[in-house]
DNA sequence: TATGAATGAGGCTTCATTCAT
DNA sequence: AATGAATGAAGCCTCATTCAT
């Protein structure tokens, strides 16, 4: 009953990749309109309409609400895990601070394009939904493989005797609350310039501190 | 008819005793279903409800949903700023080191005893809330004058030239976010002992740094 | 905190009066709109208009949608079945004959009273809703205990010698079918007449067929 | 270009078969689907997937949901009415007993073939689905000219003096009643047998009731 | 003609807020 | 002042139907 000239391998159908576009535009939409109204106060519909869709078609695409966001997590979650683990793979054989250095800026880079999305994470990171679904649970709502990078970065570090092995285990999340800084940063200063600018700043500090050598 | 005699200058009714009880209650009980079911999750008859009063008891002492968070932001965050402004003050003529340590110790004790309201901080930080009105901007959701202490503190340290200015102006939202990492950081270790052990590794990571002496 | 003086005992407050008769206009609604838009074409709103509430009041009363059907079915059924079992009671020691007659009468009665109830339980006898759920099944949408009721009559007719204990087994189905007829006979003829019409003819099948004796 | 010979009259095309074919296809559906979930549950895609064809071929056979339930609802009855005209047919010169068996046993087989036809029907005749339109009315959802065939059954036999003039006008009802029971009474046993084993309790039941000759 | 994604009206349900007692 | 039922706007989601391919 359903005959059909099999698709060329490796090519997609017209279908495939509108459909592929349209999940794209609303991922996209979902992620601006949750950061802009915040996640509680996000109506599907927004979303929807900011996708340029039907709201009936986001639901052809997701479960429902929470599932979109937790694919939308998920989806940035994973963009930033694949840069910081080329980053890592990039640094083979060459000293830490490079590795440092580039985890430090892919990670600025990263936070500029999605600020939006960072906002959300951080509040995922302390809030208990409603009825924190199974699905949330499942797409791991928070940091925690973010966090697993961050934490190869510094033991590579205290193995290669760069950073003092004392409180090594603090310093992953040190390290990503200084990263966090960078967007609570803006709002308590008058010129927020490019993400990037705190790069050596924040170098300076992880690794020095703030206390003047004597 | 009865005839009231007129209350004792500085004496309080029992009605407005009463009053503050009750008040007391909502504002404690808000604390603590916000923070566990989130701000966007929560309804008001839990609020009510574990505050032991009715709705309508609850709309009797604040207009509405917002103005209730908002008086329980007020408070908590007066509560921290008083005592922040009493380590100032208790610091004047004592070493820098001192009242950084002091700082520290206070602030760590605060989140400890109020886990709950920092993750509401946290959340408002970022998010905006179904309808975020007026009033809420008015009442600052935000931390700005607990960041305004850390400039106070910031500022003399650089004075004292016991901090480098290079950044100074980013160590105020570094030395916040490190303590926001207290609390992320219990996620993800296994041992959440309390958070005054911090103590020690906050301050040798804000002056020192990650970096070994070389 | 809660201090009132105790009701007097036997006596309802205003309050619960009041609620008692929401109830009832809600169950009464219910029962008319969903007979005359069928179960699955009645709004809820129009049920509480019916009622003359608000939307939010019939989910004060009732969980849900299904909760209300279920309500309602169960209190008519309870009604019936307890009409029933007062007439088993009363025709202790009477004839069968005697009983056989309340029962009917009974029956009817109540069909006349409830055609619309009872239009809901022959849908409902056959048709599996979307999901149904664990309410609709405790509350045992069927006619289970009705047919209990049918039973025993027919039993006791049984044991007296009354009826023929040959097909016994199948008589309480057929009894309850004839009844169900009763509302069907309705739609196919051009004088519908009180229902109570039906008592004598339906004696008279019921005992002695439709054949003719020879 | 092609030529095409014009079809041989009283044959039909491919084209034609393969139409008639998915037709089917979607009653058969049709009537399993509804059956299953309930007239007001079933949802089109349902039945179109069960059908093996896509939703928007089933609305290429029928002009909606109800054109769909209607056309289902004509095509069985019909079915029915055709068999006991038959049955009527096949008994002009017999005594009637013989053709109140035939139709007996051909409604009892026909139910066992078509229980959820059945069940559908039994709804029907009491339920309004979500928007009856005129269209389901024109289509005479109920069972209208089964009852025909009953009445034209029952006049023969009063004719012939078999059965009692007396309620005669109640017997097709009843008749009817008695045969729903049969689907009825499934429910209510432990030992669901075929239904023509009701054949002989019902003929006895019908023509001689419940009662014991004295 | 078949397909299945897109559409959006419409139903269900929640919950902040009001108000009569 | 306390109570808690009533209110109804507003959000979520479903699904019959359409339509471009």
Chains 1, 2, 3, 4 share one sequence.
Request: proline letters at 5%.
């Amino acid at each position: 009953m359903k005959k059909r000239s099999p698709p060329e391998p490796g090519t997609k159908t017209l279908r495939e990749r509108l459909r592929e576009e349209t999940e794209q535009a609303l991922l996209e939409a979902g992620e601006q309109v949750f950061a802009e109204q915040g996640v509680g106060g996000t109506r599907i519909e927004d979303i929807s309409k900011r996708a340029g869709v039907a709201v009936g078609t986001l639901y052809n695409y997701f479960e429902d609400r929470e599932e979109l966001l937790a694919a939308l997590m998920a989806r940035r979650r994973a963009e930033l895990v694949k840069v910081l683990d080329e980053v890592s793979e990039g640094a083979r054989g060459k000293p830490w601070h490079e590795e440092f250095d580039a985890f430090l800026r892919a990670t600025l880079t990263f936070l500029e394009q999605h600020r939006r999305f960072f906002s959300i994470l951080v509040q995922g990171e302390m809030t208990a939904p409603r009825h924190t679904s199974a699905a949330e649970k499942r797409s791991g709502s928070g940091l925690d493989d973010v966090h697993a990078c961050a934490e190869r970065l510094v033991r590579r570090g205290v193995a290669e005797g760069v950073l003092k092995p004392e409180f090594a285990a603090l310093y992953p999340a040190l390290l990503l609350g200084m990263l966090r800084s960078a967007i609570v940063h803006d709002r308590y200063t008058d010129s927020p310039g490019p993400l990037i600018a705190l790069m050596e700043p924040f170098r300076d500090f992880f690794l020095k501190g703030a206390g003047k050598k004597r």
